[in-house]
């Protein structure tokens, strides 16, 4: 069974630290992983999408990276901010359709404090 | 930020009523998708379409219906809403299905069956 699972569930920290969350996924045959950052009440929006070649990718202050022989995933935020708060998601794309069906992770909420 | 569009925002309707999930794209996107969200709980994806006349179901079983009349809209009918149907409801758009595609997501609706 495809499943994607992420850790931690929550996570609070302070304005300033960095934090890494955690991505173990089974999706095979594997396409691409994607980070998404959902703000409560809005829509996911895009951080990074990392193919089977990429085992880094930056996006400002975030970094992703990917070990696809061990199916895992990291995010890495640098110097937090208060608008760092909200729920991360973890997705990860399969190449065995045509439609190249997501899978999705809980996500981790994280909250920055002040 | 993604040109996608969802109305209402916010919709706490009576059992048995029939409503309408309204969402509209404006990027020329052949793709479209509904996706269902409880609190805490990964995406589930109940509808998508590739086109013009097109229409899908999806992973998660769902009562409602869709509709692919005009590409920049897909409509989502539930004919008689009940209380298991009180979840946040997310469209997204996506200009192609081939490898690492991007897919935008809008704000979502909030919808309480009472």
């Known amino acids: 069974k495809n499943q994607v699972e992420q850790s931690p569930q929550s996570l609070i920290i302070l304005e300033g630290k960095n934090c890494t969350l955690q991505c173990n996924y089974t999706v095979s045959p594997f396409s691409n992983l994607r980070w998404y950052k959902q703000d409560t009440g809005r829509g996911p929006v895009s951080l990074t999408i990392?193919?089977?070649?990429?085992n880094t990718k930056s996006n400002g202050r975030y970094t992703a990276t990917l070990d696809a022989d061990t199916k895992q995933s990291s995010l890495h935020i640098t110097a937090s901010q208060l608008s760092d708060s909200a729920s991360y998601i973890c997705?990860?794309?399969?190449?065995?359709?045509?439609?190249?069906?997501?899978?999705f992770g809980r996500g981790t909420q994280l909250t920055v404090w002040p | 930020e993604a040109d996608i569009y969802q109305t209402p925002r916010y919709l706490v309707i009576g059992t048995g009523k029939k409503i309408t999930l309204e969402c509209s794209q404006t990027m020329g996107h052949d793709k479209m998708y509904w996706y269902q969200q409880d609190p805490g709980m990964e995406l589930h994806l109940i509808h998508y379409?590739?086109?013009?006349?097109?229409?899908e179901k999806g992973d998660l079983s769902s009562e409602s219906t869709v509709s692919r009349i005009r590409t920049e809209h897909f409509p989502l009918t539930l004919e008689s809403a009940r209380p298991s149907h009180t979840s946040q409801y997310l469209c997204?758009?996506?200009?192609?299905?081939?490898?690492?595609?991007?897919?935008?997501f809008g704000p979502g609706t909030r919808l309480t069956v009472t």
């Open positions: 997705v990860v794309s399969d190449r065995g359709s045509t439609l190249g069906r997501l899978y």
């Open positions: 997204a758009s996506s200009e192609s299905v081939q490898f690492a595609y991007e897919q935008y």
């Open positions: 990392m193919t089977f070649s990429e």
């Open positions: 379409s590739y086109g013009v006349n097109s229409t």
